[in-house]
């Protein structure tokens, strides 16, 4: 007798930096699970917008959006920390923020990716292993697909690099 259960989910693939407490695409708890993920990375005050509840596409669009003006607000802070800092405030407090901004930085970096992944999976994108260790998202599309007229956005991957 074969568990059909049992097969599902040993075939479920999530790629490296998939966010820790979302469940795999494909599962019954993915959605809800990436909901959570996602309201959880962006300012509070947003879930009070019943909208983001009810279009998870749209709050992990937001939540990308959110994340990567993050990311840059960090690289900008540290860049600039000690021409701003630097006559205010001791070496060592200059230092310690440095210290925070590489800290936080690679933390709402790495987030950003997750959202990226996730937007791409409630996309009905399907991850698929590589012999590297990484993933590659696959051609495949929900029903839905994106709307008529939009163009799908391409990401460059392996294959699309030239030959050396």
């Known amino acids: 007798m074969f568990d059909h259960g049992y097969a599902v989910w040993v075939s479920t693939f999530v790629p490296p930096g998939w966010p820790t407490g979302v469940q795999p695409p494909g599962s019954p708890e993915f959605e809800p699970s990436a909901i959570t993920w996602l309201l959880d990375v962006i300012p509070s005050d947003y879930q009070l917008h019943g909208v983001l509840r009810r279009h998870p596409m749209v709050l992990a669009a937001l939540a990308r959006h959110h994340l990567t003006a993050c990311v840059e607000g960090a690289r900008k802070g540290y860049r600039t920390a000690r021409s701003e800092l630097g006559p205010h405030a001791p070496p060592s407090v200059v230092e310690a ?25 409630l996309h009905g ?3 698929v292993p590589q012999m590297s260790g990484g993933a590659r998202g696959s ?25 050396a």
């Open 97 to 121: 923020v440095l210290t925070m901004y590489r800290s936080e930085g690679g933390r709402l970096a790495n987030a950003a990716r997750a959202a990226d992944l996730v937007e791409r999976a």
């Open 139 to 163: 051609s495949v599309r929900s029903p839905r697909g994106p709307a008529a007229g939009q163009r799908t956005p391409r990401r460059p991957g392996s294959r699309d690099r030239p030959a």
């Open 125 to 127: 994108e399907e991850f």
